[in-house]
């Protein structure tokens, strides 16, 4: 299924292999391992819980961290994340679920990350065009650790599979996690 412009309409996400953090991005005809949240796939997704909330979300955008690789090639709208870059998941925020520039007050994730996750993301419309406070913030497509380790409720890739996928995700990909 490839919209126009060549790019996919759809990616697929399901839970594959024996522990609950293990699955399967399908995107076209090509199946990739991918890493998913330490709670599985949940349908009720709440903040903390660790669970890849189960549904079916658009692509927002892609954040890449300049310096550790070329500019990627993709259909969204790009941003390059900056030293200063941060995400809010304090459910006691207006900002909650919102990119916010550090310093910041509230409880958040920093984007600029020593560890490579983040050098590649790309954010999933997961509770954020009106966020409800408590039902799950920051939840992103992003690289993997080694071993697909669990992630805390994004879905990850390896930074091959990544980019391979990049240049095939435009602005009305969806992704169907379940």
């Known amino acids: 299924m ?17 522990e609950s953090h293990s699955g399967v991005l399908i995107a076209g005809g090509v ?7 330490r709670g599985g796939i949940a349908v009720t997704k709440r903040e903390g819980d660790g ?17 550790r690789g070329p500019i990627p090639r993709c259909g ?29 007050a509230a409880r958040h994730e920093r984007m600029w990350r020593a560890d490579h996750l983040y050098d590649l993301v790309i954010v999933i419309g997961y509770n954020d065009v009106f ?10 497509l992003h690289l993997a650790r080694e071993g697909f380790e669990p992630t805390e409720g994004c879905v990850a890739l ?21």
């Open 51 to 67: 669970a890849t909330p189960k549904g079916e979300f658009s692509l927002r955008k892609l954040y890449f961290r300049a310096g």
């Open 76 to 104: 969204l709208d790009i941003e390059t994340i900056t030293p200063n870059l941060g995400w809010c998941d304090d459910t006691r925020s207006a900002f909650y679920n919102r990119p916010v520039i550090l310093p910041f």
């Open 2 to 18: 490839v919209a126009q412009g060549g790019y996919l309409n759809r990616l697929r996400v399901h839970r594959f292999g024996p």
């Open 31 to 37: 199946t990739l391992p991918c890493g998913l949240g």
């Open 158 to 178: 390896s930074r091959n599979d990544l980019v391979r996928l990049l240049p095939r995700i435009g602005p009305d990909t969806v992704i169907s996690i379940g």
């Open 131 to 140: 966020p409800r406070k408590g039902f799950g913030s920051a939840i992103f």
